[in-house]
């Protein structure tokens, strides 16, 4: 993948869209039907998508010790998306 391909040139996230999405891993949080690793790991994705740098390393940085190699590595390229914009 090229760099160019990362960028979203002149196109904003859905924010409303995306912020639906984060309300709804919330609720599968609270409703046990995903565990914290999964939670932090996909709503780092999610801010890293709308360009909220604060809260997409928030999250990544709230990986828990024991979660798997997978969801730590959409964390941190979450967060690598994130500074190299």
């Known amino acids: 993948m090229n ?7 002149g196109k904003k996230a859905n924010s409303k869209m995306l912020q639906k999405m984060i309300d709804d891993k919330i609720r599968e ?3 046990k ?5 999964q939670f932090h790991s996909q ?3 999610l801010y890293g998508a ?3 740098s604060e809260a997409c390393k928030k999250h990544a940085g709230l990986m828990p010790g024991w979660s798997e190699a997978q969801e730590k590595t959409t964390a941190l390229i979450s967060v690598a998306r994130v500074l190299v914009f």
Not at 33 to 37: G, P
């Open 3 to 9: 760099l160019y391909e990362l960028q979203n040139p």
């Open 29 to 31: 949080l609270n409703e």
């Open 33 to 37: 039907l995903i565990d914290e690793s």
């Open 43 to 45: 709503l780092s994705s």
């Open 50 to 52: 709308m360009y909220n």
